[in-house]
């Protein structure tokens, strides 16, 4: 008997036609952070993974994203009555008073078929226990019987995936990350359609500080563990920021601000073949947010902009935000270069010819071109240099 780890893929198997591509992703994906000690292979609708640690191997492979399930499998031989023998043996090391055996058997050509394997095995648990009766509706524990032409896999419990897709399945996405809640959840629900993201930061030194900067690594961190690598670009925007803050109309200033970020960003996506821009903007949620501001600010670029939280209310980012473990680090205190130059009263409905009127009044183009030559971009590894600043 080995005892194994059982993938299940759910949404990725209506993939038909392209279900291999998703496939190898999947496995390519989980092979990164996996070691030499643990091996994977396929077999049918399957993927398996032979591990010396099991339980570790799982903290590490459930937040792979195209994984709807994982399974802690007992793998024997097709001898049936071995099979009755091993169940006779495994459930004894598990609690329940209530039970039903589920069989699925893909070998149509085995002796017996589904029903009867259920319920001889049903009969065997019976015999082997005292006070337990079979519960097909709401059983405590199911026995679960797979029955393939080269083995029997029996198994209980089920830990649920995160679904979705493999990050890369859909290519590359420039994650706009910030400090606050809203990114982060962003460019988790991105990765979980096939994204594979990379992030861009803007600072705004000394106007933010470097704990600020800590932070939106740690961020990019945890987002790590989702997306296998993460490759984080930092964009210097003091200058741009001081210029705006000295030239432009005060309400001004914010729009402004987020057209140069737009803007920046959308050449960093291109230098690096990332095809859509992502970020935690969410509609009504600040001025700049309206949807007016939110078209004045997009229309500078004509990369494709997501904004996966868009249409959700604070409290399910909230909600999303904890169980993607970024809750905690986002509502550090932190000043963002958004927050730092805040005027009292932003223009909700700006005008694009305004914007233009005012841009003139910078030499924005330099400007940009100088922030992007120098910026810094860091690589998120277990061990970096930036390691003691996570
Ligand atoms: P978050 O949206 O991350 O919670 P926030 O709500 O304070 O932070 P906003 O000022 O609402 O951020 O900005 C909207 C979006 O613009 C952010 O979700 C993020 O995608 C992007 N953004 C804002 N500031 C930055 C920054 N300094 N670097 C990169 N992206 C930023
Ligand atoms: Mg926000």
Known sequence: MEKLIMLKYGELSTKKDNIGLFLKKLKENILKILTNDEKVYFDKGRMFILSKDID????????????????????????????????KELIKEVNFKTFKVVTKRSDKDYPKTSMEISKEVGAVVLKNTSNVKVDVNNPEVTINIEVRRDAIYIYFDRISG??????????????MLSGGIDSPV??????????????????????????????????????????IEMKVHIINLTKIQEAIYKNIPNEYLITILRRMMYRISAIVASQNNCKVLINGE?????????????????????????????????????????????????????????????????????????????????????????????????????????????
């Open 56 to 87: 570790n191997t799982i903290e590490k492979v459930r937040n792979v994203f195209g994984i709807h399930e994982l399974i802690i499998a007992y793998k024997i031989e097709t001898d049936y009555e071995y099979l009755k023998e091993t169940i």
């Open 162 to 175: 995160l679904g979705g897709y493999p990050v890369g399945t859909l290519g590359k996405g420039l994650l």
């Open 186 to 227: 962003s460019g988790y629900l991105a990765m979980k359609r096939g994204i594979k993201i990379e992030s861009i930061y803007f600072e705004s030194p000394p106007h933010t500080s470097i704990e600020t900067k800590e932070k939106v690594l740690s961020l990019a961190k945890i987002l790590k563990t989702y997306n």
């Open 282 to 390: 969410s509609i009504g949620q600040v001025a700049s947010q309206t949807l007016t501001s939110m078209r004045v600010i997009n229309e500078v670029v004509n990369i494709p902009v997501i904004r996966p939280v868009a249409c959700f209310d604070k409290l399910e980012i909230i909600a999303l935000a904890k169980k993607i473990n970024t809750y905690e680090t986002s509502i550090l205190p932190y000043e963002d270069c958004c927050t730092i130059f805040v005027p009292k009263h932003p223009v909700i409905n700006p005008l694009k010819e305004k914007c233009e009127e005012y841009e003139k009044l910078i030499p924005y183009k330099e400007l940009i071109y100088e922030a992007v030559k120098n910026h810094e971009v860091i690589k998120i590894e277990e061990e970096n240099k930036y390691q003691d600043l996570l």
